[in-house]
T-cell receptor, first 111, second 113 residues
Framework: GAVVSQHPSRVICKSGTSVKIECRSL??????MFWYRQFPKQSLMLMAT?????????EQGVEKDKFLINHASLTLSTLTVTSAHPEDSSFYIC???????FGQGTRLTVV | AQSVTQLGSHVSVSEGALVLLRCNYS??????LFWYVQYPNQGLQLLLK??????LVKGINGFEAEFKKSETSFHLTKPSAHMSDAAEYFC???????????FGTGTSLTVIP
């Protein structure tokens, strides 16, 4: 069965609103989770490393105030896209601290 | 620093033909290498991984890959393509399991009936 559950799978929102994406570890406690972004027909780019109980570590060029990451428990990390713009439209994927466990991804469309 | 390069963004093969998807890596430490498959609007599924054990790695769905240190390569092969193999394939490198991954730009595989 699935080890990682990501929700929602698709979301459409209006410009200026915020969207929250959840990534849940179903089978074990995850002190670290990773968030990736994938533009159409491109590869996955690591956005940030989510650390349970502490601040996330963001990759260079990723706005931490725009992409808020919360990892308040060992089974849940959330990514909130704040004040969304059309250019934020993308496919967002989370992963656990293991090479085999990726979420199903979230297709965000900002209109 | 770690990175992977996937040669060929698009590969087309006939059904039943050999599939060869190329991946070259760069790593300052002994690499862990992975191949993933992605179907449209879905997450990633692990096909196989190399973690310094056998250099020829067998994965799911009949895929395999060979780690060649002298060539810094980790090419993915399948003897006979099936229509269901049509998807996007990503090569990735990690310093060790549990660390973040660095992905190649992907190769889109088309299988021609």
């Amino acid at each position: 069965g699935a080890v990682v559950s990501q929700h929602p799978s698709r979301v459409i929102c209006k410009s200026g609103t915020s969207v929250k994406i959840e990534c849940r570890s179903l089978d074990f406690q995850a002190t670290t989770m990773f968030w990736y972004r994938q533009f159409p027909k491109q590869s996955l780019m690591l956005m940030a490393t989510s650390n349970e109980g502490s601040k996330a570590t963001y990759e260079q060029g990723v706005e931490k105030d725009k992409f808020l990451i919360n990892h308040a428990s060992l089974t849940l990390s959330t990514l909130t896209v704040t004040s969304a713009h059309p250019e934020d439209s993308s496919f967002y994927i989370c992963s656990l601290t293991s090479e085999a466990f990726f979420g199903q991804g979230t297709r965000l469309t900002v209109v | 620093a770690q990175s992977v390069t996937q040669l060929g963004s698009h590969v087309s093969v006939s059904e039943g033909a050999l599939v060869l998807l190329r991946c070259n890596y760069s790593s300052s430490v002994p690499p862990y290498l992975f191949w993933y498959v992605q179907y449209p609007n879905q997450g990633l599924q692990l096909l196989l991984k190399y973690t310094s054990a056998a250099t020829l790695v067998k994965g799911i769905n009949g895929f395999e890959a060979e780690f060649k240190k002298s060539e810094t390569s980790f090419h993915l092969t399948k003897p006979s393509a099936h229509m269901s193999d049509a998807a996007e394939y990503f090569c990735a490198v990690s310093g060790n399991t549990g660390n973040q991954f660095y992905f190649g730009t992907g190769t889109s595989l088309t299988v021609i009936p």
